[in-house]
């Protein structure tokens, strides 16, 4: 039996906002606002992968400790593939959100909670966060 594949998320709120990026080039869901994310790497825990990827793709820091588990989704794509989708809350950064990688993403924005944008990524924003 093979571990599924898992991708971390980190939700970071500022008053009654999120921060989304706008993603472009990379052939899923270009043009969709999405939480800051992505795969983990082999060895690293979910923590771990969502510290980093916060980093890399805002450059915003998070220590381990600031992250609150919010959600865990199974999700099957319509090829059958399955993978899994480890939601984090950040209860605090440093920094200042700045866009880490233009080739990935073309815009980097706070939207307010209750009012996403209309092209967001399916299924990552789960009611539970």
Do not use: Y
């Not at 921060?19 to 771990?48: I, M, V, Y």
């Not at 899994?84 to 233009?102: D, H, K, N, R, Y």
């Amino acid at each position: 039996m093979s571990a599924l594949p898992t991708t971390v998320f980190v939700v970071i709120l500022r008053a009654d906002s999120v921060l989304l990026l706008r993603r472009a080039n990379t052939g899923l869901h270009d043009g969709h606002f999405s939480l800051p994310g992505g795969k983990t790497d082999s060895e690293e825990s979910f923590d771990q992968a969502a510290v980093r990827e916060l980093f890399e793709e805002t450059g915003l820091v998070v220590e381990e400790s600031n992250l609150r588990l919010g959600h865990v989704l199974q999700c099957k794509n319509p090829d059958g593939t399955e993978w899994t989708g480890v939601f984090f809350v950040a209860e605090s950064w440093e920094g200042i959100a700045q866009l880490m990688e233009p080739d990935k993403h073309d815009a980097l924005e706070w939207h307010p909670v209750n009012s996403l944008p209309p092209k967001t990524a399916p299924s990552w924003f789960p009611s539970a966060i």
